[in-house]
T-cell receptor, first 111, second 113 residues
Framework: GQQLNQSPQSMFIQEGEDVSMNCTSS?????WLWYKQDPGEGPVLLIA?????ELTSNGRLTAQFGITRKDSFLNISASIPSDVGIYFC???????????FGKGTKLTVNP | NAGVTQTPKFQVLKTGQSMTLQCAQD?????MSWYRQDPGMGLRLIHY???????DQGEVPNGYNVSRSTTEDFPLRLLSAAPSQTSVYFC????????????FGPGTRLTVL
């Protein structure tokens, strides 16, 4: 079964607030990826992390690859209405060609 | 480039029927995969392929077959549809591996009655 625990399950925030979500695993991963899915569409990659401790930004988004290699975090600063959607973490173990997804964090932004 | 295309967009089947979900990509990607998405479950890997002629099972392969005769196409076959296979199916491709950026198709919404 799935091995990634993603939290929170959902968030309701006001426009302009910052958002944090995380993903944890009991296993070590070599790659952490963060995807966003808009309603009725397929997920789109936001940030890819390939090294423990790595901190990467993409505009208002910042993600980190945990030092233990068992977790990752995604932060969104100054949220806007178009940030609405479902955010997924995904991880890949070393030597595996299988990508494991978390169950997602549904974000709602109130204007 | 069209990217990753999937057909059909919607499909309704009766229990026991078989069908093939089509997936094609024009980016010359080696890695292709199929996921199913159910409410509250995220995406679960069904089958994947690291290149033409090579396929392997993912997390939830039972009831599904795949083949990869060309780099471009990766069809998913439902042998005998069951209500438990009601889901949204996504095909994805990436340059060489699961860890590369995967480009997802628009999805096929399947209902099995």
């Amino acid at each position: 079964g799935q091995q990634l625990n993603q939290s929170p399950q959902s968030m309701f925030i006001q426009e302009g607030e910052d958002v944090s979500m995380n993903c944890t695993s009991s296993s070590i991963f070599n790659t952490w990826l963060w995807y966003k899915q808009d309603p009725g569409e397929g997920p789109v990659l936001l940030i890819a992390l390939y090294k423990a401790g790595e901190l990467t930004s993409n505009g208002r988004l910042t993600a980190q690859f945990g030092i233990t290699r068992k977790d990752s975090f995604l932060n969104i600063s100054a949220s806007i209405p178009s940030d609405v959607g479902i955010y997924f973490c995904a991880g890949r173990k070393g030597g595996s060609e299988k990508l494991v997804f978390g169950k997602g964090t549904k974000l709602t932004v109130n204007p | 480039n069209a990217g990753v295309t999937q057909t059909p967009k919607f499909q309704v089947l009766k229990t026991g029927q078989s069908m093939t979900l089509q997936c094609a990509q024009d980016m010359n990607h080696e890695y292709m995969s199929w996921y199913r998405q159910d409410p509250g479950m995220g995406l679960r890997l069904i089958h994947y392929s690291v290149g033409a002629g090579i396929t392997d099972q993912g997390e939830v392969p039972n009831g599904y077959n795949v083949s990869r005769s060309t780099t471009e196409d990766f069809p998913l076959r439902l042998l005998s549809a069951a209500p438990s296979q009601t889901s949204v199916y996504f095909c994805a491709s990436s340059y060489t591996s699961a860890g590369d950026e995967q480009f997802f198709g628009p999805g096929t919404r399947l209902t099995v009655l």
